[in-house]
């Protein structure tokens, strides 16, 4: 009967399991708008406090945009790692995900792209908006939308990595942060090297190939750590 | 080999041999250090370029190889325990974590003293500071992980996930540094610019003290995995056997006899 | 054979006037050797003093 129920759950194939796996997390999103609009008001909250505490000249304030802009970012996208898999830890279907006969590696793959698509996407289309309200010259801005669109899925996979170590302990926020902002250095180094190159007039496509090179190691290996990480912290 | 590996598995096994090497450790590390230290600080000819001050160096390059050497160790111990569930692996892994912390800590304090006359200032974003800044914080993320986990099991093994994740990102995580400082200020950083206009002798008493921390890492690395085994092995017999003996006693509570 | 590099104890102390940075480096070193040394040896001494103590607990019944 089991092997019945493994050929019957195979013949769904991968991709279809996939996508149900990311139309519940989309409905999951709908029903509950915080996990969207949280990490986009941070990011805007965030942003806004910058001028306020460091004054509103302009040739400052467009000489520190990209960084001020990614790392703000970058704590958006950290601080929104509560929500991966805290819910379904509570409730029991991380459990539930761990035993299913599909492979953990493309689940967990599913699972945080549809994550990426709720928490960063929208962070990442108001990124140019900010920007400019910053004064930041236009040259960066499509730069800074490829750097973030390459980067937020790096920093989401490596946060699932540090979530997944962390979800089993009732208050994790600040652990999370020591863990994985130290790893997060590569991805804002180059990230804002993409867009101060642009805005400098040199070439920034080699910085985007590391970025992607970043994006190709993570995409293969974290799903790997965060599964064993999954099991150790289900236990 | 695998016998000796097995063997090295053992806490009971690791305890007694620990017991046995430490004097001979204590006093070859002693004898070296005391060596290098006296020799680098008073005997070494001053540098050409940077007069007495270089003699920080004595301290500084094994602290660096310190920091490394810990972070690779735990790295293999990480491995130990998840692939072959080797418990003293893990026991090795929590020993090694504050030593290295303390060693990256040392690494810091001295190149950035070593950077006032140098540079002008006692901190600057160089490559090689801010990239083991980043290694101590990954230190501290590890132990802080540990001590937040309350289930031994599962803190060995979310510990030695960590450090393995932290073994893949440090390549990229000091590459990026390197590029970055490039970008923000020509390359400044301490190293030996020509050091062939030294005398090799120069060298000489940094073998001194390089072995000399080796052996204050493993001293430090057996003692504070000979605590552990105490707490963890606590209810088998072999303990209470060591305990209730006389002659063990000496032993264990000193660390340094080997009358047992 | 290297030779002693300065002519007095005082010259040694001022290590060409780097004193103010060379020797803080060697004291926070010896700081660096006591963490090494000194809390496992103290709470070596506290665990064997907690197993034995629960030892002769058990022994007592």
């Known amino acids: ?235 | 080999m695998w016998q000796w590996l097995y063997k090295l598995g053992s806490p009971k096994w690791f305890y007694t041999i620990g017991n046995r090497v430490l004097p001979w450790l204590w006093g070859v590390t002693g004898l070296l250090l005391v060596v290098g230290i006296i020799w680098g600080l008073g005997f070494s000819p001053p540098d050409y370029q940077m007069g007495d001050n270089y003699r920080i160096i004595y301290l500084h390059v094994p602290a660096a190889g310190l920091m490394k050497g810990s972070f690779y160790m735990m790295a293999l111990c990480s491995a130990a325990l998840l692939i072959w569930k080797i418990k003293m692996a893990d026991i090795v892994a929590k020993a090694v974590a504050p030593i290295g912390a303390m060693a990256t800590l040392l690494m810091l304090v001295s190149g950035s003293l070593w950077g006032i006359p140098t540079w002008g200032t006692w901190w600057i974003w160089d490559a090689r500071l801010t990239s083991s800044l980043l290694q101590f914080f990954i230190f501290v993320g590890i132990i802080a992980l540990r001590s937040a986990i309350e289930s031994r099991d599962s803190a060995a093994k979310a510990c030695a996930v960590l450090t393995l994740v932290g073994l893949v990102n440090i390549p990229i995580i000091e590459y990026s540094v390197e590029w970055w400082n490039t970008l923000h200020q020509g390359a400044s950083d301490l190293s030996l610019r020509d050091s062939s206009a030294n005398p090799p002798e120069i060298w000489i008493p940094a073998f001194f003290t390089g072995f000399g921390f080796i052996g204050l890492f493993f001293i430090g690395l057996i003692l504070r995995s000979q605590n552990e085994i105490l707490l963890r092995e606590r209810r088998s017999q072999w303990v209470k056997d060591l305990l209730l003996t006389d002659n063990a006693k000496a032993d264990t509570e000193s660390g340094i006899n080997t009358n047992a | 054979m290297p030779e002693f590099q300065f002519n007095s104890l005082a010259e040694l102390l001022n290590m060409g006037g780097y004193a103010q940075y060379v020797w803080p480096v060697y004291v926070f070193f010896l700081l660096f050797c006591l963490f090494t040394v000194v809390p496992p040896a103290y709470s070596r001494r506290k665990i064997v003093k907690q197993i034995k103590a629960r030892l002769r607990r058990e022994e007592n019944q």
């Open chain 1, 1 to 235: 009967m089991n092997t019945d129920m493994n050929k019957a759950s195979s013949e769904l194939g991968l991709l279809s399991v996939m996508g149900a796996t990311v139309r519940r997390e989309m409905l999951l999103a709908f029903r509950n708008p915080g996990d969207v609009i949280n990490p986009l008001m941070f990011f805007v909250i965030a942003v806004t406090l910058f001028p306020l505490s460091v004054g509103t000249d302009e040739n400052f304030l467009s000489a520190i945009a990209p960084g001020v802009i990614w790392v703000t970012a970058l704590l958006a996208v950290m601080l929104s790692m509560d929500s991966l898999f805290r819910a379904d830890f509570e409730d029991g279907n991380l459990e539930q995900l761990l035993m299913s006969p599909q492979p953990l590696y493309f689940l967990l793959l599913a699972k945080i792209f549809s994550h990426w698509l709720v928490a960063c996407l929208p962070i990442i289309l108001l990124a140019p908006v900010l920007a400019s309200m910053l004064f930041m010259s236009p040259e960066g801005m499509l730069p800074l939308v490829l750097s973030l669109l390459l980067g937020t899925p790096v920093l989401t996979l490596l946060g699932g990595i540090g979530m997944a170590l962390t979800v089993g302990l009732s208050r994790s926020g600040l652990l999370l942060a020591v863990l994985i902002l130290p790893l997060y250095v590569p991805v804002l180094v180059f990230g804002t090297g993409v867009v101060q190159a642009a805005i400098n007039g040199t070439a920034f496509s080699g910085l985007l190939a590391l970025l992607a090179a970043l994006f190709a190691l993570a995409v293969s290996l974290s799903p790997l750590a965060i599964s064993a990480a999954l099991k150790i912290s289900i236990n």
